[in-house]
């Protein structure tokens, strides 16, 4: 079914590779767990974070300019010893959640990035969880590549959110970019 | 805080990174979580929220063999059960048209609220969810919800491309020799996403403790195929569906033989501007036939063939405020012909304008949920005979307006729990049986007689519950009391007149007794509790106690007499765990003896029930496989259920094993 929505990209860009997903632990971390950050240590810029080696990764509110970053693998940082469980913090009870997300992400730039309804065929048969991709935008703002970096265990939601990004989300033209993209589906 | 302490560690260390990424210009930027929600029940509240979803592995554990069944365990809940068949759900004491069934938000046409003998025309075998909505999100559906409304989803009508999927269902049990398979398949080409299904399902007469009752096997088939053309913030689909059943109702040599058929149309627009967050209609037509077969010979042939339609404006939001407003407009033509001619032919039609609202407060821990629903109601008989006088033109039909409104407050006490205040008045029009029957009704043993004067029910309800979701120890208690100034019953009028057809003469005797349709006032009053213990909760690992039961009281006001057909409630243990992959469950409950009887009512015995269940998912090669197995009434107890009309002659079923296999590809 997968070429069944190769719309706007092509299918060999779905390609997931398996290899690299090995190994890789992205632990999220809640954003609900920190303070807004207060003015003095944040400006308004947007919430980009930089991919870390395998096994540091963590999701950081950070100011920096939306930097036009190639991607090309950082393999020898040294790792922080970070480690935020996410079991240990509160629900995200106090966290505006949709379309908040993506206008923090460019708020200088055109785009848009609309969050998804929960596709109910997931909803009725309890799929949830977590992924990761790795998303290739070029210069015309065209998606070049949509891959899997971190699989939530169940295909058809992998390719659901492949989809979504590749067709309904648009970006800026003019900026090359590869972004690495979270998505939680959650269900309570 | 440690919390703060970690995030200034994070941002020291991110400032470094960005840094060194700038530097090298080599890792791709991370952007924050894309968080997709699914609808929560209690936190992520919309107006259409149902305060119960039934679906996937929850669903599959129930027993199936009819709508009333599936529910049966839930608080509340208890049922009609006119033999393993005919069995509606009764919540609250309420039934019949006061417990609005929908199939995809628009009405199952049958004819199962004219006569508990009439099965409910939509088998759990082809349901994918069930809602219970209640309160002021149940006003979208209908009027009167003072006992809730059910929603049953079959999943026809694709709302979105759906993944390739492919399932087989089988199911068999020891009580009535179930044998049900079903298979089901979707997925997408191109934009187009499609929905196919069918099943078939035999059963044998029941097993009772006190023997086998004959005149009680089925023997049913469905199918359904639907297909959508789904486009980025729009679809539109259509579906046809198909259900045969016949079925034995503990009547000797009775059969009745049910064909239903349905189409579907279905489509919805997100965000179609500013001021909308969605539009969404739904229209339904059915074609609905029902013969009573009495010794293979065609008696009565039951007919009710009409479309229901419906639009929800889904509002966008604005400021704190979230709403939905919709129109709703339906029309069925219901017939009898045959011996059984109790009712005469009607057009009933109805439109309806609704809304159902949350708003946040300005004090954060409040929050209100609201809604309304008025309605315009018409009955149109024709050729009806009342006492064996025509009616007149102006006679024979009827209309009325009932509104109904809900307002419910939420409080949060603390960050664990939650009180719901609800208050809701609500009216119905009386149907075309509560108007215009007059005859002779064997599926209860009645000569019925309606009263083209009736007003409209009307009722007011007060329910305050009190929840707590999180932690190890999690409840809900909720108390209720529902005040009808008007309930529309049947009161006992001597005997019907005498008939010299062969065809009415039951027991021996021609005289029926008669029942007239009568309007009193009535009081229910009840509660609901289920607590939790979680004694342990590890991924791999789970155990927990729940301790639940439920009350109701229903008394007629002015002679304090008691309402016939309640259930009074149950309490009861059960405890449930996760252990080495097997999901397992064991039930104690014991069913309160109902003393409070009506006047031509005998009490019932209480009784227990001890009921178990596992579950099992594992991969079988390719695809994902669900064992369940069932065991229910282990200790073999004779019971009998207060709710039924023929419960005298009818136990509950005996000790039975249910096993099922479902594989999904």
């Known amino acids: ?188 | 805080m440690k919390s703060k302490a970690v995030y200034s560690v994070l941002t020291i260390f991110a400032s470094t990174m960005i840094m060194r990424a700038e530097d090298v210009k080599s890792a791709p930027q991370k952007i924050t979580p894309v968080v997709v929600k699914g609808t929560a029940i209690g936190a992520e509240l919309n107006p259409t929220s149902p305060s119960l979803i039934l679906s996937g592995n929850a669903l599959e554990i129930l027993p199936q063999s009819n709508l009333g069944d599936v529910l049966a365990d839930l608080p509340g809940v208890s049922t009609s059960y006119f033999g393993p068949n005919s069995s509606r759900p009764v919540i609250r004491g309420l039934e019949g048209d006061r417990l609005k069934i929908t199939q995809n938000g628009t009405s199952t046409l049958d004819a199962s609220s004219a006569s508990p003998d009439h099965a409910v025309s939509a088998d759990p075998a082809s349901i994918r969810e069930i809602q219970i909505l209640r309160g002021p999100a149940a006003l979208i559906y209908s009027p009167s919800i003072l006992g809730g409304v059910i929603n049953l989803i079959d999943n026809r009508i694709p709302v979105e491309l759906l993944p390739q999927q492919f399932i087989i269902n089988s199911r068999f049990g020891s009580v009535d020799q179930l044998s049900m398979q079903s298979v089901s398949a979707e997925g997408s080409f191109g934009s187009f996403a499609f929905h196919v299904d069918a099943f078939q399902k035999k059963t044998d007469d029941l097993s009772t403790p006190i023997g086998v009752i004959t005149d009680t096997s089925s023997d049913s088939d469905g199918a359904g195929l639907g297909f959508s053309y789904v486009k980025n913030d729009s679809f539109i689909g259509l579906s046809y569906s198909g259900l045969n059943s016949t079925y034995g109702v503990t009547e000797p040599d009775v059969k009745i033989g049910l064909r239903q058929r349905r189409w579907e149309l279905a489509g919805g627009i997100s965000s179609p501007s500013d001021n909308f967050k969605s539009i969404n209609y739904k229209a339904s037509t059915t074609d609905y036939v029902h013969t009573e077969f009495e010794s293979g010979q065609p008696g009565s042939t039951f007919k009710n063939n009409g479309f229901d339609s419906r639009i929800d404006f889904e509002l966008a939001k604005s400021g704190s405020l979230e709403g939905l407003v919709g129109l709703q407009m339906g029309k069925f033509d219901f017939s009898v012909v045959g011996d059984e001619a109790f009712l005469p032919d009607t057009r009933n039609t109805s439109s309806a304008a609704f809304g159902s609202f949350v708003q946040e407060l300005s004090d954060t821990s409040l929050r209100l949920r609201y809604g309304f629903r008025i309605e315009s109601a018409k009955v149109k008989s024709s050729d009806w005979v009342h006492e064996g006088v025509d009616g007149s033109y102006a006679a024979s039909q009827a209309s009325f307006v009932p509104q109904s409104f809900s307002l419910a407050i939420e409080k949060a006490i603390n960050a664990q729990w939650v009180s719901t205040l609800t208050l809701s008045t609500t009216e119905r029009a009386p149907n075309y049986q509560e108007l215009f029957a007059d005859g002779p009704h064997i599926g209860t043993d009645s000569y019925e007689v309606g009263n083209r004067n009736l007003d409209k029910e009307k009722g007011i309800g007060i329910e305050l519950e009190i929840a707590k979701s999180q932690g190890p120890i999690s409840t809900s208690f909720s108390i209720f009391y529902n005040r009808f100034s008007s309930f529309i019953i049947q009161e006992r009028n001597g005997y019907g007149p005498l008939t010299s057809s062969a065809d009415y003469q039951l027991g021996g005797t021609e005289e029926l007794a008669r029942y007239d349709f009568v309007s009193v006032p009535a009081d229910f009053y009840g509660s609901e509790i289920k607590m939790n213990f979680q004694i342990q909760e590890t991924p791999t690992t789970k155990l927990g106690l729940e301790l639940f039961g439920d009350y109701v009281r229903a008394t007629h006001r002015d002679s304090s007499e008691a309402l016939p057909r309640i259930s009074p409630g149950r309490v009861g243990l059960g405890l449930h765990g996760l252990s080495q992959e097997w999901n397992w469950r064991f039930d104690y409950t014991y069913h309160l003896p109902q003393n409070h009887v009506a006047n031509d009512e005998t009490t019932t015995a209480g009784y227990t029930m001890a009921g178990a269940s596992v579950t099992k998912l594992f991969k079988l090669s390719a695809c994902d496989a669900l064992f369940t197995l069932r065991l229910a009434n282990l200790l073999n107890r004779e019971a009998y259920n207060h709710s039924s009309f023929i419960k005298t002659q009818l136990p509950l079923p005996g000790r039975s094993v249910e096993a099922g296999l479902k594989l999904t590809f």
Do not use: C
Request: aromatic share 8%; net charge positive.
């Open chain 1, 1 to 188: 079914m997968v070429s069944f929505f190769g719309l706007f990209y092509k299918p060999e860009s779905k390609s997931v590779d398996l290899a690299q997903n090995q190994g890789v632990q992205i632990q999220f971390i809640d954003l609900a767990e920190f303070e807004t950050p207060s003015p003095k240590s944040s400006s308004i810029l947007p919430e980009v974070v930089t991919a870390l080696p395998p096994k540091q990764m963590a999701e950081i509110p950070l100011q920096a300019p939306v930097a036009e970053v190639k991607k090309t693998k950082v393999k020898s940082e040294p790792a922080p010893e970070v480690v935020v469980k996410k079991d240990s913090v509160a629900p995200q009870s106090n966290l505006p959640t949709q379309s908040v997300i993506p206008a923090k992400f460019t708020p200088q730039v055109a785009g848009k990035f609309p969050v998804p309804l929960y596709p109910r065929w997931a909803k009725q048969q309890g799929i949830h969880g977590q992924l990761l991709l790795r998303v290739t935008v070029g210069a015309s703002g065209a998606v070049l590549k949509v891959k899997i970096e971190e699989s939530s265990g169940n295909n058809a939601l992998d390719e659901f959110a492949m989809d979504w990004v590749a067709q309904r989300w648009i970006w800026p033209k003019g900026i090359e970019n590869t972004v690495l993209v979270p998505f939680v589906f959650e269900l309570k």
